[in-house]
């Protein structure tokens, strides 16, 4: 079945450790995006990227890096550097690049720390 | 800067009758809406969407009205089915340009549908 696959679902990190999360689709999309959620606050766009080698920062893209090397893959890095890690992290993807169209969402990784 | 606002954390209502979630925003821009429902530790899934050139699109139980003067559009369930309770996000987006699939999402209303 096509979809978008995330992991781990669940991820524990000490302070100061760098943690990457991966995000693979098959649904032959060119946009993959990244958001956060956190309680009682919508999802918010950390990365985005519309095509393979190329990736634009959203609205909270501090403490976090991505690559796009390939069309199915989008990892996200959470850095040290990013102050409030805990949180849940979704992977999302669209079909078309040149309009909104509706987000396909892996099922989230949630991530910990210690 | 909240874009997006869904003012009502919660809403309970029962089994068979409407359910009414509503959504503002304050972007001139936005031009097309979502609605996504989201389960728990599950990612969210559409529901539903409008553009601005209409004012109302249904789809089956699901219907979601536009008020562009007011900036507000609103998601009814009728009826209201006990698998129904999730999380519902409104997600707005300003076509054309740069702003491509990225969505501004609102805070989210849990809904509770009581048997």
């Known amino acids: 079945d096509g979809g978008i696959t995330q992991s781990p679902k669940y991820l524990f990190r000490k302070e100061g450790q760098n943690v990457t999360l991966s995000c693979e689709q098959n649904?032959?999309?060119?946009?993959m995006y990244w958001y956060r959620q956190d309680p009682g606050q919508g999802l918010r766009l950390i990365y985005y990227?519309?095509?393979?080698?190329?990736?634009q920062k959203g609205d909270i893209a501090e403490g976090y890096s991505v690559s796009r090397e390939k069309k199915e893959s989008f990892p996200l890095t959470v850095t040290s550097a990013q102050k409030n890690p805990t949180a849940f992290y979704l992977c999302?993807?669209?079909?078309?690049?040149?309009?909104?169209?509706?987000?396909?969402f892996g099922e989230g990784s949630r991530l910990t720390v210690l | 800067d909240q874009q997006v606002k869904q003012n009502s954390p919660s809403l309970s209502v029962q089994e068979g009758r409407i359910s009414i979630l509503n959504c503002d925003y304050t972007?001139?821009?936005?031009?097309?809406f979502l609605w996504y429902k989201k389960y728990p530790a599950e990612g969210p899934t559409f529901l539903i969407s409008?553009?601005?050139?209409?004012d109302k699109n249904e789809d089956g139980r699901f219907t979601v009205f536009l008020n562009k003067s007011a900036k507000h559009l609103s998601l009814h369930i009728v009826p209201s089915q006990p698998g129904d309770s999730a999380v519902y996000f409104c997600?707005?987006?300003?076509?054309?340009?740069?702003?491509?699939?990225?969505?501004?999402f609102g805070q989210g209303t849990i809904l509770t549908v009581h048997p």
């Open positions: 999302a993807s669209t079909l078309d690049r040149g309009a909104a169209g509706e987000l396909f």
């Open positions: 649904l032959n999309h060119d946009a």
């Open positions: 990227s519309q095509i393979v080698n190329d990736f």
């Open positions: 972007n001139s821009m936005f031009d097309y």
């Open positions: 409008i553009s601005s050139i209409k």
């Open positions: 997600a707005a987006s300003a076509l054309g340009g740069t702003s491509y699939g990225k969505l501004t």
